[in-house]
């Protein structure tokens, strides 16, 4: 089994992304966000996973993690919606 793909905001992840979720990816956040997973310890909480920081390129580097902009998240969740027929999204997780 592959490790879980987690997308870690540094704040509230805008709405619109949280589609992320339907798609099989995890949605947290560094901070206190109605509806979304609060990450309190990001060291001990990134084991395991495979991360993308959203929005926090030093962090993500320190981590030694991935990173993205929310721009890019954006185009990659475009990407999903057009480039996957929706009849594989229950077989994705």
């Known amino acids: 089994m592959s490790p879980p793909v987690v997308f870690i905001f540094r704040d509230c992840p805008p709405p619109h992304l949280m589609a992320l979720a ?40 320190e981590l030694r993690v991935g990173h993205a902009t929310v ?13 996957v027929p929706a009849v594989y999204k229950p077989y994705m997780q």
């Not at 956040?29 to 109605?34: F, G, K, W």
């Not at 721009?71 to 480039?83: D, N, Y």
């Open 71 to 83: 721009a890019e998240v954006e185009k990659f969740l475009r990407w999903l919606s057009k480039g």
């Open 22 to 61: 339907e798609w099989g990816f995890s949605v947290a956040s560094l901070s206190r966000c109605p509806g979304v997973e609060h990450v309190a310890d990001v060291r001990s909480y990134i084991k395991g996973k495979f991360v993308i920081i959203v929005g926090d390129r030093k962090l993500a580097e």
